[in-house]
């Protein structure tokens, strides 16, 4: 079980958002429903990749950060520096 990260923030490109959501923690059964939820958060919010903040992932029994969920729904292992990061590939994944 884990539960993910829903957030918005302000993007800075672009005009002033009064209307982004609450941050909010929502438990999934797998990374792949993890996915599935932030991309039906952003697209029932109308974010842009510089309004979305959440995506991350965290092992409920443990707390400890299990993956990062990308824009794109793409699910990635959560090492610090970006560049360092693996794609996790998801079964049956639907992009």
């Known amino acids: 079980m884990f539960t993910v990260?829903?957030?918005a923030c302000q993007n800075p490109d672009f005009p002033r958002r009064y209307d982004l959501?609450?941050?909010s923690t929502v438990q999934v059964a797998s990374l792949r429903e993890a996915s599935e939820v932030c991309r039906r958060f952003i697209e029932e919010h109308a974010l842009g990749g510089g309004n979305w903040a959440g995506g991350r992932v965290r092992d409920a029994a443990t707390s400890?950060?299990?993956?990062?969920?990308s824009y794109n729904g793409r699910v990635w292992t959560?090492?610090?520096?970006w560049r360092r990061r693996t794609e996790i590939q998801l079964e049956g994944a639907i992009r």
């Not at 400890?64 to 969920?69: C, I, Y």
């Not at 959560?78 to 520096?81: F, L, N, T, Y």
């Open 78 to 81: 959560p090492e610090r520096d």
């Open 5 to 7: 990260e829903l957030r």
């Open 64 to 69: 400890k950060v299990a993956a990062l969920v």
């Open 21 to 23: 959501p609450a941050k």
